[in-house]
């Protein structure tokens, strides 16, 4: 069967995509593929003379390759290999995937110190039958138990523990501008740093910049901002709260009391500045990031050498002179936005990238025509259901699900996605969708995904009177590319991460932070368990060793039960303990936020382990014995 495989691949050129994935394993040495057959063969020499140790593959064929001609891809395998840490030998089981055009490795499982030892657990998991049960990804995401708290709450919570202060709070704060405190820059600068992985580091269609702030004041005529980027100022005309509503929702939305709004005027959400010399002309503090990207799409293209499709990804600050700011963080006058521009030739709809990953996405979806219909009723629909029904094409589709895999990895399965209906539409996008979370205060627009087609490159190239054509090296010909802008508001993605963590553990008497330990702000607290010079001295060298490469916390006071408390509150995942033991046998314990749960490890492993925690490549149980 294997032999097959290979003969198959040799005539097919498949030999290619194998030494491709190899090349990747750089850091590891390579014992071999590992598979259910059981078969043993050295494949060499290649094409390229090198030779390759095959053992086996784990797994059918359908789930490693994908796609018969001209060339069968790697879609996923299962191997050992050896990491060397400080100079002594680790063997893990590594899972590596196929994404695109980039492979995406992981350890999954720890198998021990020799090849014998390696090959004997790997084949205890075998019998199992289920070693996939062994890799839990999210776990600390899977057993939380969020606590209703309101979002008054929530800000006093953030005030208290350092993450969120208001601005100027010795001048009674400044309405719509909040501070990031030590905790809050922490998992603020986390989450920018995993929207950042997935959609620029790995994707190899895609890069970053980094506009101004403040930019050609003609930039916002030609976007539209200056003529329409308005809201309405109204009173309720029963109760006098003064408010503001959409444009388009004048005469159609009523105050909470049942009363009428009375329109008290237009106002422009952009925020006026002026540049240089008094007299000079009116600049904006920008209301949105794309306009950067869309201005240097061209230099970008050509620095870069990018083909289309690709994007082109930024995170940044914005500002936008609310009337009325509420709910916290939610709704504030200076935030910032992550979005990414998808250029893509106007004539092309089809997503070589779109694939059962993609299209098995799945979420409560509220549609069009149940709007029409008056109904709220949301629908459990895969991304593969909205293609069929033309909701969108191809690559608004990959992108739609894309954000709902990011949301996902850190543990907000609960979005809900809304289709714009015909009307709300802007006159230049064919599809627009929001994605909604549940936030104390109702469910909110987290993050939206417009298809934005060629309007703003068209509209830069008039106002400007350049050129945004580019030559399409595929189709041989100049062409504007058509767009699909997917937007991610970052401070609502903190408020709802902080909302879904938040639990108040009745059991433990204290507040529990379950934060996804790969985006805690704290990943390691360290206590010595026992006072005196011996045991602070293996503690804080254990703690500057984790500090080189994890935010780590070293606490000595008070009693260990007080200390494992303070680090939950704060949303520690991992806590290490020093005691008697460790002096004799080298060894500390490890404890887990969730669970509380305890392992003895030797200080040795100890880094490494903490390290494949983090990136969710091993569950806490698989770590060591679990000791209470
Ligand atoms: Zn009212």
């Not at 290979?6 to 394993?25: A, D, E, P, R, T």
């Not at 992985?197 to 403040?214: D, H, L, R, W």
């Not at 108040?504 to 390691?524: Q, S």
């Amino acid at each position: 069967m294997f032999f097959l495989f290979v003969k198959k691949m040799k005539k097919l050129g498949g030999y290619c995509s194998l030494v491709h994935w190899i090349i990747n394993f750089k850091s590891y040495e390579f014992l071999g593929y590992l598979c259910a057959g059981g078969t043993a063969a050295t494949a060499s020499p290649c094409r390229f003379g090198i030779s390759v140790p095959l053992y086996y593959f784990l797994g059918s064929r359908e789930e490693i390759f994908t796609g018969s001609s001209p060339v069968p891809r790697l879609v996923k395998m299962v191997y050992i290999a050896k990491q060397p840490v400080n100079g002594k030998d680790y063997y893990y089981l590594r899972k590596s995937v196929r994404e695109g055009d980039k492979v995406i490795s992981k350890s999954v499982a720890y198998l021990g110190k020799t090849k014998e030892e390696a090959e004997k657990k790997f084949k205890e998991m075998e019998k199992n039958k289920q070693p996939e049960k062994n890799i839990v990804a999210s776990k600390s995401v899977k057993n939380y138990c969020p606590t209703k708290i309101s979002i008054e709450d929530l800000a006093t919570f953030c005030k208290q523990k350092g993450f969120v202060f208001r601005s100027s709070d010795i001048y009674g704060g400044f309405s719509g501008f909040w501070d990031f405190g030590p905790l809050g820059v922490e998992l603020f600068k986390n989450i920018k740093e995993n929207w950042w992985n997935q959609f620029v580091y790995q994707k190899t269609n895609m890069v970053g910049m980094e506009a101004s702030i403040i930019s050609h004041p003609r930039t916002w005529k030609a976007s539209g901002h200056i003529a329409n980027f308005n809201d309405l100022a109204v009173i309720c005309k029963k109760c006098k709260k003064a408010t503001k509503i959409d444009v388009s929702e004048e005469g159609k939305v009523k105050c909470d009391c049942g009363g009428e709004y009375e329109v008290k005027g237009k106002f422009n959400l952009m925020f006026k500045t002026k540049v240089g010399s008094i007299d000079s002309e009116d600049a904006y503090l920008r209301g949105e990031t794309a306009q950067g990207m869309f201005m240097d799409f061209k230099l970008i293209q050509q620095s870069s050498r990018m083909q289309l499709p690709f994007g082109v990804a930024q995170i940044g600050r914005c500002f936008r002179n609310e009337i009325a700011p509420r709910d916290f963080l939610f709704r504030c006058r200076e935030f910032h936005i992550g979005e990414f521009e998808f250029f893509i030739h106007p004539e092309e709809f089809k997503c070589e990238l779109l694939d059962e990953k993609h299209l098995n996405v799945s979420f409560r979806f509220l549609d069009e025509e149940t709007q029409k219909a008056g109904s709220e009723v949301l629908k459990e629909v895969t991304i593969r259901n909205l293609l069929e029904k033309k909701k969108l094409d191809e690559w608004h589709a990959y992108w739609l699900a894309e954000q709902v895999i990011w949301f996902n990895g850190l543990g907000l399965n609960e979005i809900k996605i809304r289709e714009h209906t015909k009307d709300e539409l802007s006159h230049y996008s064919s599809a627009t969708f929001d994605i909604d979370y549940e936030y104390p205060f109702g469910s909110k627009e987290v993050a939206g995904n417009a298809n934005r087609g060629q309007y703003d490159l068209i509209q830069h190239q008039k106002e400007s009177k350049q050129s945004m054509e580019i030559f399409d090296d595929k189709t041989k010909t100049k062409i504007i590319p058509r767009v699909i802008e997917p937007t991610f508001g970052i401070e609502r993605v903190f408020l709802a991460i902080l909302t879904k963590a938040y639990c108040d553990d009745k059991e433990r008497g204290n507040i529990v932070l379950r934060i996804p330990a790969k985006i805690a702000p704290i990943k390691v607290a360290v206590f010595p368990l026992i006072k005196g010079e011996d045991f602070e001295k293996i503690s804080t060298k254990i703690a500057s060793d984790i500090g080189k490469e994890f935010n780590v916390t070293y606490d000595k006071s008070g009693s260990i039960g007080r200390r494992y408390a303070r680090q939950d509150e704060i949303g520690t995942p991992y806590c290490v303990t020093v005691d008697g033991e460790s002096i004799k046998d080298n060894s500390v314990t490890i404890r887990d936020r969730d669970t509380t749960k305890q392992v003895r490890l030797k200080i040795s492993e100890l880094k490494n382990f903490i390290k494949m925690l983090i990136n969710e490549e091993i569950s806490f149980e698989n770590v060591g014995k679990i000791i209470n």
